[in-house]
């Protein structure tokens, strides 16, 4: 089966994503901001979160509500993003970085709300 673009492409960074939770859930533990309590069982939660969603994204009959789904989770992911900037050194590097990544969350949601459309 041939997914179309935008869904393989979230299948697989959403999939890949949640894996990564699973398998290194210490390399998220910190962008889990400390007012939500147990970064583990968030990291693991949002993981699994994550495989479900690309689950959705690559079976035909549920890929429009995995576009809906990718788009609410990316939607989420954004205070996690947004602390960064509480926790990472103010070297340029790090700065660099999550400064490019936050914007990277628009292209996102966008190809999300455009699989949840069904263009």
């Known amino acids: 089966m041939k997914l179309p673009g935008k869904a393989s492409m979230l299948a697989a960074l959403l999939g890949g994503g949640g894996v990564l939770h699973m398998v290194r859930p210490k390399m998220y533990d910190w962008l889990v901001p400390p007012e939500l309590g147990n970064p583990r069982r968030w990291v693991l939660a949002s993981g699994v979160v994550e ?17 809906w789904s990718a788009a609410g ?8 993003h947004l602390h960064t ?9 790090p700065m660099a970085v999550a400064i490019g990544r936050l914007p990277l969350q628009i292209p996102m949601v966008t190809a999300a709300l455009d699989v949840a459309r069904g263009r």
């Open 73 to 80: 989770l990316l939607l989420a992911f954004v205070p996690a």
């Open 51 to 67: 495989i479900g969603t690309a689950a959705l994204l690559v079976a035909p009959a549920t890929r429009r509500l995995g576009g």
């Open 85 to 93: 900037f509480r926790v990472i050194p103010r070297k340029p590097l």
